[in-house]
């Protein structure tokens, strides 16, 4: 099995920024793509970031030039790091990846569990 754990949430003020982490771990042998999405009361999840094995990165528009995902292959980790905060980014936040078990099985598809921020306005 996969299990991802996922850190770094947290309340902020607006303006303020925040990093949160997904490390997969388990029987993992390739690691295709990982990204955040999010959920707000009320509303869709929705893609907020993602990455793939190569470094292309895809944002939603919302959070260009705010929020940054980066990942470290080596640790199986996925990061975003969100800068300059609105109110509007609150949400739970879910870390969702894409992996290969062994060579030659398919893709499968893991959420981590959320994490919540909360940006005060």
């Known amino acids: 099995q996969v299990q991802l754990v996922e850190s770094g949430g947290g309340l902020v003020q607006a303006g303020g920024s925040l990093r949160l982490s997904c490390a997969a771990s388990?029987?993992?042998?390739?690691?295709?793509?990982m990204a955040w999405y999010r959920q707000a009361p009320g509303k869709q999840r929705e893609l907020v970031a993602a990455?793939?094995?190569?470094?292309?990165?895809n944002y939603a528009d919302s959070v260009k030039g705010r929020f940054t995902i980066s990942s470290d292959n080596a640790k199986n980790t996925v990061y975003l790091e969100m800068n300059r905060l609105k109110p509007e980014d609150t949400a739970v936040y879910y870390c969702?990846?894409?992996?290969?078990?062994?060579?030659?099985?398919?893709?499968?598809?893991?959420w981590g569990q959320g994490t919540q921020v909360t940006v005060s306005s």
């Open positions: 969702y990846v894409v992996i290969k078990r062994t060579m030659y099985r398919a893709y499968e598809n893991y």
């Open positions: 388990g029987s993992i042998f390739s690691l295709n793509a």
């Open positions: 990455i793939a094995t190569g470094g292309t990165t």
